[in-house]
């Protein structure tokens, strides 16, 4: 029989590229989307023949109940959230509402239901935050050092929670920074590689940003949905870091993107600006991938400089045909 699978968060960058390989696996495929009167299912617009989206909103327990109903999935995979960092200082209540509390109320709904359904969460790298051990792993201790560390941190337990009180196959996949051209442009990593375009094209004359030194641990959004899936065919539920094992500072992102436009002295147009400095940093993230690559096995197939320089050319394709339409 087919397998009906219901995503949250089906309009973000992780969401539309787990419905393009659930699709691409014979799935029938339903998202859960909050009605607004913008469009924001830009990332899923050549999906919207395949895959069938449903109105709700992580807010309001009764939509989530509905949507179930509705889709009646095999699995779901819960990729909603207000995701972005700076934000949570901006509106720490909201991102406690919809990035803490959300989760539950996903997890109740699926509970409510008279047959078993798989369930990922979507947890963080964030939930690290000041990191107590070097590199990180299913074991180490959170220390989030954000408003959204910290509601990832309540969802990540309460699926655990759920998964020993109610027997459910619930698991939460601890996914390190992953990135990609359907990266939003508030994130750093679309705004150096959007930024580097632009400016190698004569759009844009500076690239403003914050503390370069940080240090992440990047890998390809496609390879880390393909790890959500993985975890929801095991035999057992269970958490996963999914990671590459490398750490790169936000420095060494700039200067491979500025050198694959064939700009060398990049430090002319970058400029350090205080407003894009975090109240309380995250200075290094690197994850282990030990158990995921053992159990799973998964293992990331773009390396750190391949990503930089697919994001930056994604970019120079989409600023060249803006450019070419004014």
Not at 84 to 107: C, D, I, N, R
Not at 181 to 210: D, H, M, Y
Not at 273 to 285: I, K, M, N, S
Request: include cysteine.
């Amino acid at each position: 029989m087919t397998k009906r699978v219901l995503i949250t968060g089906i309009t973000g960058q992780d969401g539309s590229y787990l419905a393009e390989f659930l699709l691409e696996k014979g799935y029938k495929v339903y998202g859960l989307i909050r009605r607004t009167s913008i469009i924001i299912d830009a990332r899923i617009e050549h999906l919207l023949n395949e895959v069938e989206l449903i109105d709700g909103d992580l807010l309001d327990q009764l939509s989530l109940v509905n949507a179930v109903k509705t889709a009646q999935p095999d699995e779901i995979f819960n990729l909603a959230a207000q995701s972005f960092v700076p934000t949570s200082w901006q509106q720490p209540a909201l991102t406690g509402e919809y990035t803490a509390l959300g989760v539950t109320k996903v997890l109740e709904a699926a509970r409510l239901v008279d047959y078993p359904i798989r369930f990922y969460q979507a947890s963080s790298s964030e939930m690290f935050g000041k990191v107590q051990e070097v590199p990180q792993t299913e074991k180490t201790p959170f220390y989030p050092r954000s408003p959204y560390g910290v509601a990832k941190v309540y969802g990540h337990w309460i699926t655990v929670n759920y998964r020993e009180s109610y027997d459910m196959f619930a698991c939460s996949g601890i996914l390190f920074n992953h990135e990609s051209p359907r990266r939003g442009l508030e994130f750093v990593t679309r705004k150096i590689s959007n930024a580097v375009a632009r400016i190698s094209l004569g759009l844009q004359k500076e690239l403003r940003l914050g503390n370069l030194e940080a240090r992440r641990d990047w890998g390809y959004a496609p390879d880390y949905v393909r790890a959500m899936w993985l975890m929801l065919q095991q035999e057992q539920p269970d958490d996963y870091v999914i990671a590459t094992g490398e750490t790169h500072a936000i420095r060494e992102f700039v200067e491979l993107a500025f050198k694959h436009v064939g700009i060398e002295d990049w430090q002319e147009y970058v400029k350090i600006d205080q407003r894009f400095f975090r109240p309380a940093e995250v200075d290094l993230l690197v994850g282990s991938p030990a158990k995921a690559r053992q159990n799973l096995g998964w293992e990331p197939t773009v390396t750190f400089e391949q990503l930089v320089h697919l994001m930056v050319e994604a970019d120079l394709i989409v600023n060249r045909n803006l450019a070419a339409r004014k």
